[in-house]
């Protein structure tokens, strides 16, 4: 259903044999999509909705964040306790408290002296900072943003005509009208601000658009460049559309691939931006639910997407937080962040054991990132998600239809995370053929239930027989261009050989899109001999190192 304004569904709830969709609008326009299973399904809708782009290197790596650090020096202390517990690190989130009186792509200079010099110093270390930037734009005199936005028309109006009044952090607000070509390239171009002193990623929050006095009124006009629309036929683009803004301008002022990451979205919003699910809250349920959010919006069409890891509201504690981390090590987008009044939830702030399993769990996600990598080669080109339900490769078995507790990882690796407080065991389903327990090693022939013990350190993980996986040495931030040397981890079963293809590029930039990019075609034998050719070369640098492991 195309239509951005307001929708009602009902799925099942008031009568479990219909489905009743209700929209303000008479002529929607609706789009059948049938197909073969859920993979072709999937790959048409994207095809409707448009592709995706490889995101930047450092992307995939971890991320901490806490809406309360509020000087360089909570910044600074954060880096520094990341590397004592050598816990891998790519990006550390600076919410509000980074800016001037809460106002859009201002620098509170008493907090942050030299963001500049911040920022360079991280990045030594390898370290992105991903600065917050709301959708509410303070009403202030003199403020650049405000001022504007009010001389060009670029801000929403009420059914006076007058520019529409908000309140969110800053106090008084006006919001722009996305919906405008020329307000969207204003407002993109702001950023600049921010990546002239080195920042390369961006955290756009509240742009449902939210406002403390409620929803918007209904009759909120956005002039647009067309016709003007009332806020009820549009509210569900606006983020979609400020991530456009977002992604359009970063990528103007520096020509590198953007990392966004919004709140609100559409379909489509994959063009431009990751997103996170919004404010959880740190309870069991929080976790559980999880999994299936972020496979429905994978196969919607919004692959790269996470949970504040550790949940956001309320307190956190050693065993939900250790089991979070686990459940979501190969989420695409993988951060932890928590709320104000929430206790602290870095992994240090508890015990031994809690930061131990954290730190597993952090290494093998990057053990793992070439093969994440990958992944998204193939999502930009065939819509086919990151992480997915298992009944995306197992259509004909009905046992994985309702499978919520378990994803795929591409349709090598499969993930039965403990999701429940207190449990030690877990019933895992595995689908036909065999599978290989990733901690002992053992084999496994599927179609079947396991009860897998699951003590509270480990997080039952199954690769697939006959799997290569490309993976890491230890590494602790995701280097520029990537690692040095790849390794092969080859799980041989029936099979005498296996195949993998396997994409390399800069990772920070557009020139994959003109061809500067390596396919390599790795084959592995059963007693362990590889052999490489290359499907396409175009990226000069390779790697100096390739070795295999038989598992
Ligand atoms: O009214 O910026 O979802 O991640 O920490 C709350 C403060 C505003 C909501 C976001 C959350 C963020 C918080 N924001």
Redesign the pocket.
């Known amino acids: 259903f195309d239509y951005a304004g307001k929708m009602e569904f009902d799925i099942g709830y008031t009568r479990r044999d219909l489905m009743q969709i209700k929209a303000a609008k008479n002529d929607l326009v609706v789009y059948i999509i049938t197909g073969e299973n859920e993979k072709d399904i999937v790959k048409q809708f994207r095809k409707i909705i448009g592709r995706s782009y490889i995101p930047p290197f450092w992307a995939f790596g971890y991320g901490q964040s806490r809406?309360g650090y509020k000087t360089e020096q909570d910044i600074r202390e954060v880096a520094k306790r990341y590397q004592a517990a050598g816990i891998p690190l790519d990006s550390i989130y600076l919410?509000?408290d980074y800016m001037e009186r809460y106002k859009d792509f201002t620098v509170d200079t008493e907090r942050f002296p030299n963001l500049k010099a911040l920022a360079e110093d991280m990045k030594q270390q390898g370290i992105h900072l991903v600065p917050?930037i709301?959708a509410g734009v303070k009403i202030e005199k003199d403020y650049d943003v405000y001022e504007e936005g009010v001389q060009n028309n670029y801000f929403c109006k009420n059914a006076e005509g007058g520019d529409f009044v908000g309140a969110v952090?800053p106090g008084r607000v006006h919001f722009p009208d996305f919906l405008q070509p020329d307000a969207r390239k204003w407002f993109g171009k702001k950023y600049a601000v921010l990546t002239e002193q080195g920042i390369d990623g961006f955290w756009n929050?509240?742009n449902e658009p939210?406002s403390f006095r409620g929803p918007l009124p209904d009759d909120v006009v956005f002039p647009g460049d067309d016709m003007p629309r009332q806020h009820k036929e549009v509210h569900n683009v606006f983020g979609h559309l400020m991530a456009k803004a977002t992604y359009e301008g970063i990528k103007k002022n520096s020509g590198k691939r953007p990392f966004v990451i919004t709140?609100a979205c559409y379909s489509g919003t994959q063009k431009y931006s990751t997103a996170w699910t919004?404010?959880n809250q740190s309870i069991w349920a929080h976790l559980k639910l999880s999994i299936p959010q972020l496979l429905n919006l994978g196969m919607s069409g919004m692959p790269f997407v996470g949970t504040?890891i550790g949940g956001?509201g309320s307190n956190t504690n050693p065993e939900l937080l250790s089991r979070w981390i686990q459940a979501s090590c190969f989420a695409p987008l993988f951060r932890n962040?928590c709320?104000k009044f929430s206790r602290c939830q870095e992994p240090w702030q508890f015990d031994k054991q809690t930061l131990d399993i954290y730190r597993t769990y952090v290494r093998l996600r990057y053990r793992f990132i070439p093969y994440l990598y990958d992944l998204f080669y193939e999502e930009s080109r065939t819509g086919m998600p990151i992480i997915r339900p298992l009944v995306m490769h197992y259509q004909r078995d009905p046992e994985v239809r309702e499978c919520n507790d378990e994803y795929l990882v591409g349709d090598r690796i499969l993930v039965a995370p403990v999701t429940d407080q207190g449990v030690h065991v877990k019933a895992v389903y595995l689908p036909q053929g065999t599978w290989i327990d990733y901690w002992t090693k053992e084999r496994i022939s599927g179609g079947k239930y396991i009860l897998r013990d699951a003590p509270i350190d480990v997080c039952p993980i199954y690769i697939k027989g006959d799997s290569i996986i490309p993976a890491w040495p230890q590494l602790d931030h995701i280097p520029d261009g990537g690692s040095e040397e790849l390794i092969l981890e080859y799980y041989p079963a029936s099979a005498d050989s296996s195949k993998y293809v396997h994409y390399q590029d800069n990772g920070a930039d557009f020139a994959y899109e003109a061809g500067e990019y390596n396919l390599y075609r790795f084959r592995a034998d059963k007693d362990g001999e590889l052999s490489v050719s290359m499907e396409h070369e175009g990226y000069e640098h390779h790697y100096e190192t390739l070795r295999v492991e038989v598992y």
């Open positions: 809406w919410d509000i917050i709301d952090w929050d509240m939210a709140r919004g404010d504040d956001f962040h709320a």
